[in-house]
């Protein structure tokens, strides 16, 4: 099993640009979620899932839009990129409580 | 979100010492969960703990669950190079996806 998958692993973006953000799981887990990881900071949860076809918002989802048409793979998009969006963004998997995650996409906005 | 404060920020520590850190909230939590994260990396989880008073051990690493269900420990013993990293405590409020928050993280270093 690769577990969490993320790719890019690293991104510069020009401000107001986009991008999408992909992941995938093969351990047919049914929760996904999208983290944000600032300098110093803990994770902040953007986006989640506990389904295909269902998405919810976390604690801070403005500028970002997921999707989750398979059970393997969350993307998560940024439109308009804007620099307070520079982070380590994580996305991670579960079944039930222990959520695994992706080793991360560093994203820079300028 | 909930307030996760873990502590300490940062320890520098000898080879082969013993390391403790804990993570405390206002909050009941369920579930406690601890994950280390190296440079580069994202979070390895290490222990996940499910029962108020649980001690638990992974190798070298030994948590436990609070009595209390507001807080959290992470003891590593004789600490070797390889355990240098972030160490994150986790507390699960309730079952349900929108429920883990983490804490800021214990910085760890250990001099050869």
Same mark, same amino acid.
Request: net charge neutral; with cysteine.
């Given at each position: 099993?690769?577990?969490?998958t993320?790719?890019?692993?690293f991104?510069?973006?020009?401000i107001?640009?986009?991008?999408? &953000? ?8 049914n ?6 990881? !600032? ?14 076809g269902?998405? !919810?918002?976390g ?7 997921v999707s ?9 998009? &940024?439109?308009?990129?804007a ?13 039930? !409580? ?8 560093? &994203?820079?906005?300028? | 979100?909930?307030q ?6 940062s ?12 993570c405390t ?15 580069g ?10 029962k ?61």
């Amino acid at each position: 099993n690769a577990g969490v998958t993320q790719t890019p692993k690293f991104r510069i973006l020009k401000i107001g640009q986009s991008m999408t &953000l992909q992941c995938t799981q093969d351990m047919n887990h049914n929760y996904m979620y999208w983290y944000r990881q !600032d300098p110093g900071m803990g994770l902040k949860l953007i986006y989640y899932s506990v389904g295909a076809g269902i998405t !919810d918002k976390g604690e801070v989802p403005n500028g970002y839009n997921v999707s989750r048409s398979t059970t393997e793979d969350f993307p998560l998009r &940024l439109e308009l990129a804007a620099p307070s969006q520079t982070s380590v963004y994580f996305c991670a998997s579960s079944q039930w !409580d222990e959520q695994y995650f992706g080793p991360g996409t560093r &994203l820079t906005v300028t | 979100g909930q307030q996760l404060n873990q502590s300490p920020q940062s320890m520098f520590i000898q080879e082969g010492e013993d390391v403790s850190m804990n993570c405390t909230s206002s909050s009941i939590f369920n579930t406690w969960l601890w994950y280390k994260q190296d440079p580069g990396e994202g979070p390895v989880l290490l222990i996940a703990l499910y029962k108020a008073g649980e001690l638990t051990s992974n190798g070298r690493l030994t948590a436990q669950f609070g009595i209390t269900r507001k807080d959290s420990f992470l003891n590593i013993s004789a600490s070797i190079p390889s355990d240098v990293g972030i160490y994150f405590c986790a507390g699960q409020l309730r079952t349900g996806a929108n429920n883990l928050f983490f804490g800021t993280g214990t910085r760890l270093t250990v001099i050869p």
